[in-house]
């Protein structure tokens, strides 16, 4: 049993929240349904009961599916045509998709049932929501959506879940025969009747999945890209006279305004800044990386908020193929294409790609001597016999190299199936399991960037850095040391990532921060830098 202590989430017809979802997905809450919208089911299934004893054709009631929608399926066979759809749909291959994108995706699929257009019936909404709660997950291979149709081969892995076949992992990450481990956790399997086959497999819900996890990871790495962006800044003797908000007034893009106003936050009461803020400074501008990071992140973050504005119209819908409207009538559409969602995935690649990249670029400039402004080489303590973070940037430029090859779009390579009846795909579950690495990929540039930054504002004492990125550094001092000799950097790595993901960073800063955005510092504009 799943989500102990934790409070369920009420699923029925209203839509669902990301909050919600990440608590079912990451927190493990369980579910609940609501009672309103599991009478209307009842009401609903008539009209696909009805069709069901019609001599007249209906699609995924009494006709094949796909290229074969023009066989019709006497009444005796019905049943069996929605259970070999259910088995042959769970075609996929590959690794094991993540529990938490399972998790989501069964609630998001939960959630589409419970909307009253589908046509499933109560009891079978029921078995879905019991095996969420249960906490065992489906077994979920990596390839076989092509986002048309919805997520065909993955919603019909945890289909066939609910039909007692299969594999599932228990709650400690076990391979389990689902028969057994379902009929340990007292589920009974599912005979699937009249279009419910259909019903419990023809949405989008892994791409929508996936893209809620990733915005919610984006937005945590987007405000940690602020930070190691102002720490560089910092070390490297920048000036964040740039970052003044009425310089930023003149191109009022909202996340360029947000980003700017944190870098400026982040640096205010920098003995470092203020050291070098004086007519003397031979420096007239920043490179790029430096000057034009509220820029290139504020640009992120209005395509991640236009990302949000897409998952949210996606969460209020009920994707299937037919639905059964308000008045009775069940008709085809097209809904189900992913479009929508693959585009926005692939929005997301290309934005975690550049920020990576300038990340990256700032990480190179303060290990180069020439470019360091008084920095020993590499950040080494004997530079020589020690390297340094020579090869930690290494690391940072292939994964960066990565992550641009990641940013390649999915949603322009659409092929054919289903004899060319499906002649045209949105591939938005591939768009959406290349986000899932290329945020993994921007973290671990992250990390490096934070571990190179904290040791060149050790470097510069006695200077004191700000109090907010002398917060990040003291935080990371707490899992890796300080300036010294060599030593096996991939942990340091490692341990700076977990600092990231685990939301640590963001804890530690938030309320400086916040105050700082709140009451900025005020400068003399005829100061020069």
Avoid at 279 to 290: F, M
Avoid at 411 to 426: G, L
Avoid at 508 to 529: C, F, K, M, N, W
Wanted: aromatic letters at 2%; one cysteine or more.
């Amino acid at each position: 049993m799943t989500g102990i202590g934790i409070d369920p989430v009420l699923v029925g017809s209203a839509p669902l929240h990301p909050p919600e979802v990440l608590a079912v997905a990451r927190g493990e809450a369980r579910v609940a349904l609501a009672e309103d919208a599991i009478a209307h089911l009842a009401v609903v299934r008539r009209h696909i009961d009805k069709l069901a004893h019609s001599p007249e054709p209906a699609y995924g009631v009494s006709t094949g599916f796909g290229a074969l929608a023009l066989r019709h399926i006497p009444p005796d066979r019905r049943a069996d045509l929605q259970r070999s759809l259910i088995r042959s749909h769970a075609a996929g291959a590959g690794a094991a998709v993540e529990a938490e994108v399972v998790r989501a995706m069964m609630l998001l699929r939960l959630r589409t049932l419970l909307s009253g257009h589908t046509g499933i019936r109560p009891d079978t909404v029921r078995a879905l929501a019991a095996l969420i709660n249960s906490g065992l997950v489906p077994e979920v291979p990596e390839f076989g959506s092509l986002g048309c149709s919805g997520d065909l081969a993955p919603l019909a892995a945890v289909a066939l879940t609910l039909m007692g076949e299969g594999a599932v992992y228990d709650p400690h990450g076990r391979r389990r025969e689902a028969a057994q481990a379902l009929a340990e956790a007292g589920i009974a399997p599912t005979i699937p009747a009249e279009k419910e086959g259909l019903a419990l497999t023809n949405g989008t819900d892994g791409m929508l999945a996936m893209l809620v996890l990733a915005g919610a990871d984006l937005h945590r790495l987007l405000d940690i890209a602020d930070l190691t962006a102002a720490m560089s800044v910092e070390a490297l003797l920048g000036t964040d006279r740039v970052f003044a908000a009425d310089l930023q007034a003149l191109r009022p893009h909202p996340g360029q305004a947000r980003s700017a106003a944190r870098m400026l936050a982040a640096l205010a009461g920098s003995e470092i800044v203020a050291s070098h803020r004086n007519p003397d400074c031979p420096r007239v501008q920043d490179a790029y990386s430096l000057r034009c990071a509220p820029q290139v992140h504020g640009a992120a973050r209005d395509t991640l908020a236009h990302a949000d504005a897409v998952a949210a119209r996606e969460l209020s819908s009920a994707i299937d193929n037919p639905v059964v409207l308000e008045d009775g009538r069940v008709e085809s559409n097209g809904n189900f294409h992913g479009a929508p969602v693959g585009y926005v995935l692939d929005f997301l690649a290309i934005a975690a790609a550049d920020v990576a990249s300038m990340a990256e670029r700032r990480t190179d400039r303060m290990l180069d001597v020439h470019r360091s402004h008084g920095l020993p080489a590499f950040l080494a303590a004997d530079p020589g016999v020690d390297s340094g973070y020579m090869i930690a940037q290494y690391t940072q430029a292939g994964v960066v190299s990565e992550l641009k090859r990641l940013a390649v779009p999915a949603s322009v390579d659409s092929i054919p199936s289903s004899a060319m009846q499906e002649d045209h795909v949105s591939m938005g579950w591939s768009a959406a399991r290349k986000l899932r690495r290329a945020v993994d990929g921007l973290t671990t540039v992250l990390a490096v960037e934070m571990l190179t930054a904290a040791r060149a504002l050790d470097l510069r004492t006695p200077l004191r850095p700000a109090p907010v990125t002398g917060a990040v550094r003291d935080l990371l001092r707490t899992r890796v040391p300080g300036p010294g000799p060599d030593r096996h950097l991939a942990p340091d790595i490692a341990a700076t990532a977990e600092l990231i993901g685990g939301g640590a960073v963001g804890d530690a800063v938030a309320p400086l921060l916040e105050s700082g955005i709140a009451h900025p510092t005020s400068y003399d504009p005829r100061e020069q830098s």
